[in-house]
């Protein structure tokens, strides 16, 4: 993976004019006539995407990382200089009160359908929003998930902050290392069945067809059991699960449960046994910022891989 830019001063910037620029968010049209210069991200992906971008200069915080306990060293020596507004999902009134201009979010990743903070909302204070586009899903129809999704963020962010070349540069970087990767990688004549869990007991939460872990399972060489599941992370039951009897499980690692309690939760129940994927004790870990749309997806899918096949 490509090392995030520091590029944290705090220096006054004058707000660069620019010609109207409209980038499609979810089903809206937003226009930009000056770059922003006060912008807040939710969630370490999203965060991770402003980073690498080179876009610390721009922003006067972020919110959603420490609340979920996904802050790992890599991130935690980007964000150094940057506050984090709030712990979890930030109320109107942080963003406000932070003089903020942009903020990037998603459904469910910051916003919540009919919340507090929504584009609507955030409208009459100058706060224009984009949408992370594989969260799109919860507005509306959008196509299966596919690392374009996390792309078409990238060059959008591009054009946003008028930094369309580094956008472009880092995704055709992206895109020509996974052809090189998959061009050589060694598969079965079959997918293998591979189920995510997230989190969950009582019933797990997954990912299904709209979501980033589908796109990196696939990928790999891999199928997600449940990629006709028409919701993006949403819970399902452990009985579909069984039923699908997975060959691998990835998991998801974030929050006060960790990956190792999550696969002794699965290797230890009865009800559980003659899935594959227990019985040959074939269980990987992906980091949350590794799982959800941002600039580890590519070396997610060659952690996948490696789980996978053994290279």
């Known amino acids: 993976m490509k090392s995030l830019p520091l590029a944290l001063g705090f220096s006054c910037v004058a707000s660069m004019a620019i010609a109207d620029t409209t980038v499609q968010s979810c089903n809206r049209d937003v226009t930009f006539d000056t770059v922003p210069t006060a912008a807040i991200s939710n969630d370490v992906n999203l965060t991770e995407m402003m980073l690498v971008l080179g876009l610390a200069d721009k922003m006067v915080g972020y919110t959603g990382i420490s609340g979920w306990k996904t802050l790992d060293e890599e991130m935690r020596a980007g964000v150094e200089q940057l506050p984090e507004l709030s712990a979890k999902y930030p109320s109107k009134e942080v963003l406000i009160g932070a003089n903020a201009d942009f903020f990037f979010a998603g459904w469910n990743y910051g916003m919540k359908v009919g919340g507090e903070v929504t584009p609507e909302t955030l409208s009459p204070f100058d706060i224009k929003?984009?949408?992370?586009?594989?969260?799109?899903?919860?507005?509306?129809?959008?196509?299966?998930v596919?690392?374009?999704?996390?792309?078409?963020?990238?060059?959008?962010?591009?054009?946003?902050?008028?930094?369309?070349?580094?956008?472009?540069?880092?995704?055709?970087?992206?895109?020509?290392?996974?052809?090189?990767?998959?061009?050589?990688?060694?598969?079965?004549?079959?997918?293998?069945?591979?189920?995510?869990?997230?989190?969950?007991?009582?019933?797990?939460?997954?990912?299904?067809?709209?979501?980033?872990?589908?796109?990196?399972?696939?990928?790999?060489?891999?199928?997600n059991v449940l990629d006709d599941f028409e919701k993006s992370w949403a819970t399902v039951t452990w009985e579909e699960v069984v039923e699908r009897n997975p060959e691998v499980i990835v998991i998801v690692n974030y929050g006060n449960v960790t990956a190792e309690e999550k696969r002794a939760f699965m290797m230890s129940n009865p009800a559980f046994a003659d899935i594959d994927a227990v019985k040959n004790d074939r269980f990987v870990t992906l980091e949350y910022v590794e799982a959800t749309p941002g600039p580890r997806n590519i070396a997610a899918i060659k952690k996948l891989s490696s789980a996978f096949w053994g290279e």
């Open 146 to 223: 596919s690392m374009d999704d996390m792309y078409n963020d990238l060059l959008n962010l591009g054009v946003i902050f008028d930094v369309s070349d580094k956008a472009e540069e880092l995704v055709t970087g992206y895109k020509a290392d996974l052809a090189n990767f998959t061009a050589s990688l060694n598969t079965g004549d079959e997918a293998l069945r591979v189920f995510v869990y997230d989190s969950g007991e009582d019933t797990p939460f997954t990912a299904g067809r709209y979501a980033m872990p589908t796109a990196l399972i696939e990928a790999a060489g891999g199928k």
């Open 129 to 144: 929003v984009y949408e992370l586009t594989e969260s799109c899903i919860h507005i509306g129809e959008k196509d299966k």
